[in-house]
């Protein structure tokens, strides 16, 4: 029986793809947003809003946008990825969760030396799948769902993802999770297997991790990983003096 992670995930999303699962239709920024992407780092100077004509409920995605973009057709992809190149970068890409991205799109975009840090919302009820492999996955603050969606989750992910689910006891980790306040992550780049900035296209078969972080609200009240080991670092070798 496979188990997570003994430490929370701490890596760095930045010019990466990551998938966020949200709790319901209701299209909003996920708990954990701001705390792994915008707090902690070099401000983004370009926040760019992908949408869908089908999310009808995409207003909650409340956020100073520099852009908003409709793409419909072919020509609209091409048409951002030639504004993508003349952004000021770091550039953060929402994607909301009825939009299909092309596959031809995910090649070209991940290809620049400054690629784009690409958010992707799903509905946790929606089958739906990235054309490409996320570098990680974010499940919803676990208060708001139950146990029987967390455990049906697996349905609209890819199979590389799937077989990892299949080995995790996923009842008894959403209990402990839940009681801990933490949520279930899926990541292939998390410390111990090593970073993969390539991107993978669905079929191949990469491994995935299973471990936990906090979906806060406010990450500015939140010391990242990082710096709790320095602090405990410093504090130790105090106490050695």
């Avoid at 070099?42 to 946008?65: G, V």
């Avoid at 609209?156 to 689910?165: C, H, N, S, T």
Wanted: net charge neutral; hydrophobic share 45%.
């Amino acid at each position: 029986m496979g188990s997570i992670s003994l430490e929370a995930f701490d890596e760095n999303l930045r010019g990466r793809i990551s998938q966020w699962i949200l709790p319901s239709e209701t299209c909003s920024l996920p708990n954990g947003f701001y705390d792994q992407l915008i707090s902690g780092s070099a401000p983004f100077q370009t926040h760019i809003l992908l949408l869908s004509k089908q999310d009808s409920k995409a207003w909650h995605l409340a956020f100073p946008w520099e852009m908003t973009f409709i793409p419909e057709s072919q020509t609209d992809w091409s048409l951002f990825l030639s504004i993508l190149q003349h952004l000021k970068s770091p550039v953060i890409v929402v994607i909301s969760p009825k939009l299909q991205v092309p596959q031809a799109f995910w090649q070209k975009a991940m290809m620049s030396a400054k690629a784009p840090t690409f958010i992707c919302l799903k509905d946790i009820s929606s089958d739906a799948q990235l054309a490409v492999l996320p570098h990680a996955i974010f499940l919803p603050r676990l208060d708001m769902i139950t146990d029987t969606q967390f455990t049906k989750a697996a349905a609209g992910f890819a199979p590389a993802v799937q077989v990892l689910l299949q080995t995790l006891d996923l009842r008894s980790i959403y209990r402990e999770l839940r009681g801990s306040g933490a949520s279930l992550c899926l990541s292939m780049i998390d410390q111990r297997l090593g970073t993969q900035s390539s991107v993978q296209l669905v079929g191949s078969m990469p491994t995935y991790n299973a471990t936990w972080f906090y979906p806060e609200s406010n990450g500015a009240l939140r010391l990242h990983l990082s710096d709790l080991r320095s602090i405990l670092r410093t504090v130790t070798e105090r106490l050695g003096e």
